[in-house]
DNA sequence: GCCGCATCGGTAAGCGCTTACCAGCCACAC
DNA sequence: GTGTGGCTGGTAAGCGCTTACCGATGCGGC
């Protein structure tokens, strides 16, 4: 029957292969596997065996269909599909935050035995909700890292399959997690005014409309105004969340003539990125002249010159949050009253001194210590 | 009939439901939907219609199981699984290189309307021919990103479904995708060696055992010796790829008073910012006393102080790449040729001069015109 | 006006698995 | 020795979809 054992692909093996094997019949097979009921000793070993001899392992579509769970979840970026034929038009640098808080949904979700079906959706792409639905077939849940849905469509998609946003806003029925932005950019604007006395900030903002954004941009203004600092906002003050937007903006403000304030607060690493090459450029020294902060604390920003101050989110843990919380709301059925769900998830936040507020450099362990307490 | 249409979970609707709403049969509904036959116009529209109104999408599972294709690449990537709890010990900096090249994976997979099944497998976990089995009989093909499997692993494991590795060996049955690592390390050599006339160079060595690491060392050790320069090489300089690895290599040589050569050629551009970070801390100038030279050319490069000179693959191309040919390979049934297989696929590079090798800083333009041509 | 052919659409089988249900079997007790 | 209860394991019914197959239907030609 083998007798196809040569280069060419052989199907893999079935249940009924595993049955007639040991056998048995698939009931069976499958009990043993599944841990259902009572084998007997002799049953379940020769069903091992036979599973071992045949390096059997059952179809994932046909698990799915059958037990209605297919352990996927979906995951929604949205990404410029910058790839062209065979040229990218630049090897985009906002990399790090999304395939971050990934990576944390990927340790948690094998825990639970769940991989992640990933798919990027264009930042213009017209028909985004098509896409984010046949999606959703795919799997038990989602989680959406950017807005790519109407309200209306959210609305419909998380009637059918439990949905979960990151640095969203939570519905009726879905669930949201982000980290605490209120608490963190406190913190640094209250270190930038009270402890080095910087009396005239710039809020460089984020994509336009990005909740985060916002949320930081409204904590800044109000610790300003508590502190009696000047905020320095507008239409100039726009970045998105990119290298190139910091720079750019930087870039303008320098050659307007328009003073810059004493410190900078960026919306997020990257653009912190932009700012500090921007500035390097025009001979402006930081702190000196100007201090620097991000929000986010990507790894690099501890290998930047000089090193970049602030603020740190958990981001694995940011995504190994939205991972569980999708999971609770998994397999429930269609009579599960939703705990999670209209849950508003607030991550903790920590403030990083380093060097570009104009604290001392952060250490004088050697990065090898990377691992040790900190 | 949708009584049901409060806050709860509904289920989402069925072929069925589509054929009884347009009056037509489910096979009807079927070919509309996948083209198949010839609906008359009027059959058709009202499928269409029905399916409108439902918001119909065919389930993943049951169409995977029917037609036999998933529309899914499983790709295996081998990480640390630091998620712990509630903590990470740290938030890994090896970062950039697997998740670009998925990035451009996912790309192209949407072009097809694949999508990209994640599974990452722990560094150290005992068996992972298990979990990347499973992860095969979820998918249509698989793309691995490191060496997680024995050789016989592998073959059993391409001959049930198409495997495409990065970096690896092509075997009979599967193929491989990685770039030029000799013509880049050869042109990246001859810089160092002819250009600037450097004759004594140190390879601080990747992983043991990893496919690059060795081309790339290989091929440097072949240009010195044609060049007539010294090679610094053996146990103390082995890195691991990642920033800690490399500044703790150099930490030991200057500690052990063993001299530095004139230049030091990174195994990956990670390596490279931690032997920066340790040459730094030692007031030890670069390019001026020790020239440093990374591989890859990731983001962050250009942004280092000094920038880095690197050579550049296109990463996400890779990425693509990889995808392209495991699509290539899927759906040819079990008697295709397997075209692709045992093939070595080797994508061009390119050496990227900065200053860290002792040429001139890159550009005097602002960062913001990243875009334009370099 | 009737028959033959081409076309459209419905019926049903089957993809590989899980699991409800029930028949058969064994061991024990009377 | 026979009756009964408890397990075990087999049979079969789906899960939601695609598609081979064939009957029904409509048109043109004679």
């Given at each position: 029957m083998n007798a196809e054992a040569g280069t060419t692909a052989a199907q893999p093996p079935t249940i009924y292969d595993v049955a007639r094997v040991a056998g048995v019949s698939i009931a069976s097979v499958s009990r043993v596997l599944n841990g259902q009921g009572n084998p007997r000793a002799d049953t379940k070993e020769r069903v091992l065996q036979a599973v071992e001899e045949l390096g059997f392992v059952p179809d994932g579509a046909a698990r799915a269909l059958s037990a209605r769970l297919k352990e996927v979840v979906g995951v929604v970026v949205r990404r410029p599909q910058a790839y062209s034929a065979s040229m990218f038009t630049d090897e985009d640098e906002n990399l790090q935050f999304p395939d971050m808080i990934n990576r944390g949904m990927e340790i948690v979700a094998q825990r639970h035995g769940f991989d992640l079906l990933i798919r990027s959706v264009d930042l213009d792409e017209p028909d985004a909700g098509r896409l984010v639905f046949a999606l959703a077939r795919k799997s038990d849940g989602l989680i959406l890292h950017d807005r790519v849905l109407s309200p209306e469509q959210l609305d419909a998609l998380s009637r059918q399959v439990p949905v979960v946003t990151l640095a969203g806003q939570p519905t009726p029925t879905t669930a949201n997690v982000q980290s605490d932005n209120e608490?963190?950019?406190?913190?640094?604007?209250?270190?930038?005014?009270?402890?080095?006395?910087?009396?005239?900030?710039?809020?460089?903002?984020?994509?336009?409309?990005?909740?985060?954004?916002?949320?930081?941009g409204r904590a800044l203004a109000e610790e300003a105004a508590a502190g009696g600092a000047i905020l320095f906002t507008g239409e100039a003050w726009r970045g998105s969340y990119q290298a190139a937007g910091g720079a750019q903006a930087i870039e303008h403000l320098i050659v307007s003539g328009s003073g810059l304030p004493r410190a900078i607060v960026c919306a997020n690493d990257q653009s912190a990125i932009g700012v500090l090459h921007a500035l390097a450029l025009h001979g402006i020294s930081v702190p000196g002249q100007v201090a620097v902060t991000g929000f986010d604390d990507i790894p690099v920003a501890r290998h930047l010159r000089p090193q970049l101050t602030s603020v740190r989110q958990s981001i694995q843990e940011l995504g190994a949050t939205a991972f569980e919380t999708v999971y609770s709301m998994i397999g429930r059925g269609p009579d599960f009253d939703g705990s999670a769900r209209g849950r508003d998830i607030a991550l903790p936040t920590r403030l990083i001194r380093r060097e570009s507020c104009g604290c001392p450099p952060e250490s004088i362990r050697p990065l090898a210590g990377t691992g040790s307490g900190g």
């Amino acid at each position: 029957m083998n007798a196809e054992a040569g280069t060419t692909a052989a199907q893999p093996p079935t249940i009924y292969d595993v049955a007639r094997v040991a056998g048995v019949s698939i009931a069976s097979v499958s009990r043993v596997l599944n841990g259902q009921g009572n084998p007997r000793a002799d049953t379940k070993e020769r069903v091992l065996q036979a599973v071992e001899e045949l390096g059997f392992v059952p179809d994932g579509a046909a698990r799915a269909l059958s037990a209605r769970l297919k352990e996927v979840v979906g995951v929604v970026v949205r990404r410029p599909q910058a790839y062209s034929a065979s040229m990218f038009t630049d090897e985009d640098e906002n990399l790090q935050f999304p395939d971050m808080i990934n990576r944390g949904m990927e340790i948690v979700a094998q825990r639970h035995g769940f991989d992640l079906l990933i798919r990027s959706v264009d930042l213009d792409e017209p028909d985004a909700g098509r896409l984010v639905f046949a999606l959703a077939r795919k799997s038990d849940g989602l989680i959406l890292h950017d807005r790519v849905l109407s309200p209306e469509q959210l609305d419909a998609l998380s009637r059918q399959v439990p949905v979960v946003t990151l640095a969203g806003q939570p519905t009726p029925t879905t669930a949201n997690v982000q980290s605490d932005n209120e608490g963190g950019m406190r913190a640094l604007a209250r270190h930038l005014i009270a402890d080095h006395g910087y009396l005239t900030i710039g809020y460089l903002a984020g994509h336009e409309g990005s909740p985060d954004s916002l949320a930081r941009g409204r904590a800044l203004a109000e610790e300003a105004a508590a502190g009696g600092a000047i905020l320095f906002t507008g239409e100039a003050w726009r970045g998105s969340y990119q290298a190139a937007g910091g720079a750019q903006a930087i870039e303008h403000l320098i050659v307007s003539g328009s003073g810059l304030p004493r410190a900078i607060v960026c919306a997020n690493d990257q653009s912190a990125i932009g700012v500090l090459h921007a500035l390097a450029l025009h001979g402006i020294s930081v702190p000196g002249q100007v201090a620097v902060t991000g929000f986010d604390d990507i790894p690099v920003a501890r290998h930047l010159r000089p090193q970049l101050t602030s603020v740190r989110q958990s981001i694995q843990e940011l995504g190994a949050t939205a991972f569980e919380t999708v999971y609770s709301m998994i397999g429930r059925g269609p009579d599960f009253d939703g705990s999670a769900r209209g849950r508003d998830i607030a991550l903790p936040t920590r403030l990083i001194r380093r060097e570009s507020c104009g604290c001392p450099p952060e250490s004088i362990r050697p990065l090898a210590g990377t691992g040790s307490g900190g």
